[in-house]
């Protein structure tokens, strides 16, 4: 008899029809035997409609408020899918945050788990009660409402996870889990079994669609196993799992992209100590979060330094950029927002040398300019016009080996059977 | 500086406009230098799509959860009033039934407040914010959700009044206070300035419109200035409050009636000592709420029992009815739900005799013939046919002259200034 953490998100409880599927999912389970803890999310559309609400009630809501507002989403969900199991003769609880214990600290919107007071639940699951346990929210010390911000679901899932010492934590979406390249792009992109928690955490843009970051690193930290699968087919989905258990390790596990990032170039900066602490400083000040930096070879004294920044910030950062340019007497900022991020990921690269070489050859081939360069110890990143970014994943898939073996008629365009 | 409880219901909060304005007429009461305790329920129509919500994922949903689900509504409106007082400046601070320390009995659905535990508000209050908080909902002693039942925003808010000892609990409603008479029936009937708590209870039909009837009993239980007015006009409404302050005493202080009873006859009940209690112990115990009840002087040693019971329980009252005539031997049991309840209600009446006679001489010149006569310490009511209800409340409102002094325009019909 194990112990399994259940979550649905948003999608999966959108209405009364599909928190009845939900329902009939949990019950078949809870029949096999299993303990349940389930995790859900506010109805798909209720968070933008409450969002809404509050716009209209003042351009900037009180995020203390905002909390308490948006937090009523996933409370309707944990009612709606308790009276839903409890229908089909299982008996259920549901637990908002305050119930379950989940102590966050004070920040509003975006507020970390401190700890879990597991005693109730543990009550309920002893009595053979389903758990349906409110996702996304929690309780400061002084018992105000706090949320986790966006995808926060999947971190309740997984800190309750962890907290039970529960034997699985898994997240139910919409896709069957996670692919070694986007199948939008990549026509034979490949479902993983396994993933290591940092091949995860890499593999942002991939995996962001389908499991919130923060619950991977949380994941990893209390070794929880995370079973991402989908909800409406049967199938296993992929496990994301400590790095011991990996046990086929390819020198790269997928292939991933961004296009939300822009470019910023500062032209002509004095080649000085502490040129660059100027520049990041205030951008990190001004809450621009910097990706990827390139800094190059200095000429005559004078070097130009190349950053990535979110896209919806470009306006902000050019702005500070260009104070600082002043201040550093460097001639010209410039800015280019159709580039895109490509990177392969691999727990594989750590033993295998000529990864990037590899990667750089496979571009070339293809006549893809890379513009920016940036590796870490299971990643390389290039940064490369927008419009080649189908193109370099493709090639990079192939390079790889990382697609499904094609049947002989699918190589030859022909249906599939 | 008064301490001073204000309660809107849904239709003052039934959108963010309207939120926008509570909170403007809040900010003026606070600047005025009073302590705020803003008492809010759901939107008007969210109650009823979380209700709906509830039934389609179930026909029975179970009572804990449903209460879980109801109690977002205030919680949605408590988090967007307090966004738009803080939004106009003032410090404000939403508090969920849970947060005010609202501890109830364990009925979900129907639950009765056991106690506040009023230091949460009160140290708000003492740093100058507007509490707002959430009616309708509380939290029994194992930390479930309870909710009070129809109306019960009104009970929270008197609640509230009577823990702080506030110097008055405002009722905010769509009209301006409580009348000698439903306006919609007697043209002239008038606002009533002071109403003395037992009065409000006896004139339920007319009083439960405006102000749920539990809220009375417990306002009379701690004393409570009670203040019903309107949330759209500035206008004082009608006080009410303890019999000894009312100053004024007319002998009836309103006209009420009610069209939602029907009523059962057993022709031919044996008049033996126990036959009463054979008969109304079966309606109890089935859940019929009896009120009128009037039995006939034996002829032969037999008797007629009449009693009436709300409209929606007719059907259950009368197969209980049939089942006890078997038993008793009665011959017959019939009905009629073509009926109203008229009532004249005042305090006077406990000095002045000749009340009830009166009553009878204007129904008699009217040509309205009484079916059953019941009698309390401050009110009089008959049963008659229903199609006499609007002549009957007309004809006794001018016998007890309640109506506004006419002009002597209106006297001759023509249209007012």
Known sequence: MALIVQKFGGTSVGDTDRIRAVANRVVEARKRGDDLVVVVSAMAGETDRLVALANATSPDPDPREF????????????????????????????????QLGMRTDCSHGRARVLSIDASRIRRDLDRGAVVVAA????????????????????TSAV???????ADVCEIYTDVPGI?????????????????AYDEMLEMASLGAKVLQLRSVSL????????HVRSTFEREEGTWVIPEEEVMERPVVSGVTYNRNEAKVTISGVRDTPGAAARIFRPLSEGGVVVDVIVQNV??????????TVPRPDLGRALEIAEAVAAELGAPRVSSDESIAKVSVVGLGMREHAGVAS?????LAEEGVNIQMISTSEIKVSVVIEERYTELACRALHDAFELGEERTASEEQGLPAK
């Open 67 to 98: 909390d308490v507002l948006l937090s009523t989403g996933e409370q309707q969900t944990i009612a709606l899918l308790a009276i839903a199991i409890r229908a089909l003769g299982v008996p259920a609880r549901s637990f908002t945050g305050v």
């Open 135 to 154: 996702g996304f929210q929690g309780t400061d010390s002084d018992g105000n409402i706090t949320t986790l911000g966006r995808g926060g679901s999947d």
């Open 159 to 165: 800190a309750l996870a962890a907290a039970l010492g």
């Open 179 to 195: 692919f070694t390249a986007d199948p939008n792009v990549v026509a034979n992109a490949r479902k993983l079994d396994h993933i």
């Open 219 to 226: 994941g990893k930290q209390y070794g929880v196993r995370i």
């Open 298 to 307: 200095s000429e005559d004294g004078r070097t130009d330094v190349t950053f």
């Open 358 to 362: 590899r990667m750089f050859s496979a």
